[in-house]
């Protein structure tokens, strides 16, 4: 049989896209922030199992992807090209759509610690900061230093090379739980969250995994943190 050519490949993907409970679910995505099978399924307005079918085939048409972070699985779009294809055709349906509403608190969505690194907004912030700057580069959902951006962090005091000795991946991107978009984690957002408590650019709660920016922050460093 001949290899399945670019117009059968354009029908399975019109296919995949045209159900209308995979359409909500792909348009969900094209905030940028990922969501669970449940949540997919609300949004679907169909059962579980059947998001779990719909599901299914919008991987098999890489049309999104799994993430798999602590005990949950996250979907988001399987890259811009699929974003930007929605995105054109929204514009000819002329349909609007929603925002991202995250429910969790407002103490810990602002920032908090994963582990032993920064989440939240400031997290995600920081996160984008410093690939904006060209400090980071990625390959997929591993990240290294660009020559400019080790400079640029030495200079704040962040020892770079004490990070690379860790017996863990260097640089990567977390799925941040309340934002559903990327934060800074490995080694480097570890070190990271430290030079920030040190600087006290942040503070840490004694009984929990908030976080809170401080003034010195404010008037120090608001665009790597989300506050300009």
């Given at each position: ?34 969501r ?20 299914a ?9 799994s ?15 699929v ?25 810990l ?21 410093l690939?904006?700057?060209?400090w ?93």
């Amino acid at each position: 049989m001949d290899a399945p050519t670019a117009d059968t490949h354009l029908a399975r993907l019109a296919g995949a896209i045209a159900e209308p409970a995979r359409a909500r679910m792909l348009c969900c995505l094209l905030d940028g922030h990922a969501r669970t099978a449940t949540e997919l399924a609300a949004v679907g307005e169909v059962a579980a199992s059947t998001a779990s079918a719909h599901l299914a085939r919008l991987k098999e048409q890489r049309l999104v992807e799994s993430v798999a972070q602590g005990k949950h699985r996250y979907f988001r779009l399987a890259g811009s090209d699929v974003a930007a294809m929605l995105e054109g055709l929204l514009v000819v349906a002329g349909a609007p759509r929603g925002e991202f509403q995250p429910r969790t608190p407002s103490r810990l969505r602002a920032a908090r610690t994963c582990y032993d690194h920064m989440a939240g907004k400031a997290g995600v912030a920081l996160h984008d900061r410093l690939h904006a700057q060209g400090w980071l580069q990625a390959d997929g959902d591993v990240y290294e230093l660009t020559a400019q951006g080790a400079v640029a962090l030495e200079s704040l005091g962040l020892d770079i090379d004490d990070a690379r000795r860790s017996r863990r991946r260097f640089a990567c991107a977390c799925l941040d739980w309340s934002e559903r978009r990327p934060h800074l984690g490995g080694a480097l957002g570890a070190a990271c969250l430290q030079l920030a408590l040190r600087r006290g650019w942040v503070r840490q709660a004694l009984d929990g995994r908030e976080l809170a920016l401080t003034p010195r922050a404010q008037r120090e460093m608001p665009e790597l943190f989300g506050l300009a």
